[in-house]
């Protein structure tokens, strides 16, 4: 449980990173909904060397690669709830990098949040151990008839 918990510690972080890169580098590129298609295809075009957007979508295919490689060995019940700390990372990182506004109701959602990441990950480990104590019981296959 420790080597996924650091992982999807790792994972979240890149992934948090990421989103905020994007999301500083397409306010500094404009509001597409106002523009024309002709306006969109330049900014597609500038977003493609724009170090914000290409650093940003780097940082979520390492988060992409990450969560592949915790699927690999975890429960996606046990692993899909920990990916709600990016909650926790984005609102941190949203109020003092992006100056955002982060009301204390959104506070209490996210602290919310962060138990029940803690109950599904104690449960998970909990199960992981009762599972592994307790073996199945080998059936004898003659006094089973077979």
Not at 16 to 21: E, F, I, M, R, Y
Not at 22 to 47: F, P
Not at 68 to 94: F, G, I, K, M, T
Request: glycine letters at 8%; charged letters at 15%; aromatic letters at 6%.
């Amino acid at each position: 449980m420790l080597k996924t918990l650091l992982l999807m510690i790792l994972a979240v972080t890149a992934g948090t990173v990421g989103d905020l890169l994007l999301a500083k580098g397409m306010k500094e590129l404009g509001d597409l909904s106002t523009m024309n298609l002709r306006g969109i295809m330049e900014v597609a075009l500038r977003a493609m060397t724009a170090w914000k957007i290409v650093a940003g979508t780097a940082m979520l295919a390492l988060f992409f690669f990450l969560w592949l490689a915790v699927l690999s060995w975890e429960d996606l019940s046990v692993a899909l709830p920990l990916q709600a700390l990016n909650y926790v990372l984005v609102a941190l990182l949203a109020k003092y990098l992006l100056h955002e506004q982060v009301s204390p109701l959104r506070w209490a959602g996210i602290a919310l949040v962060c138990v029940g990441v803690m109950l599904i990950t104690k449960s998970g480990a909990i199960e992981k151990r009762q599972t592994t104590s307790v073996a199945p019981p080998v059936q004898n296959e003659t006094a089973t008839g077979g």
